[in-house]
């Protein structure tokens, strides 16, 4: 007979028309989700700073030459931190998710029935599901 492990909580999140139980998130996960917001927050700043750049040229605080150079700058920290990088990324995290809580991971649903916020939204509960109080 299987004991229930209360430190273990299993929860079942809804994503359009499925259900899914939840009640392993590995370490893995946690790691892979957080270097992921780090590059966001990362990126975020980059573009704060081309936001500034660009008002700057146009309160003619800096010239347009200068501006470009320094958009090339910003262009060239920011490298590959593109989109569709976070899509791959967050998809291998899904993958991830249903694969070590015995779900079969269905590629093709997850990129053509969900929008963006669907695929965050699954893997913040998951994060946080031993946060989240059992119903």
């Not at 975020?44 to 081309?50: G, I, L, R, T, V």
């Amino acid at each position: 007979m299987k004991k229930d492990n209360p430190t273990k909580k299993e929860i079942t999140i809804k994503i359009r028309d499925k259900e899914f139980k939840i009640n392993f998130v590995s370490n893995f996960i946690f790691n892979q989700w957080t270097s992921m917001q780090k590059t966001l927050d990362y990126v975020a700043k980059k573009s704060d700073e081309w936001k500034k750049v660009i008002q700057d040229m146009e309160n003619e605080k800096i010239s347009v030459e200068d501006a470009e150079s320094k958009i090339k700058v910003i262009q060239k920290e920011i490298g590959n931190s593109d989109h569709v990088l976070f899509f791959s990324k967050r998809m291998e995290i899904v993958q991830e998710l249903c694969e070590s809580n015995d779900i079969e991971f269905n590629k093709r649903w997850w990129e053509r029935k969900t929008e963006p916020e669907d695929i965050n939204s699954f893997i913040i509960q998951c994060i946080r599901k031993d946060t989240l109080k059992k119903t």
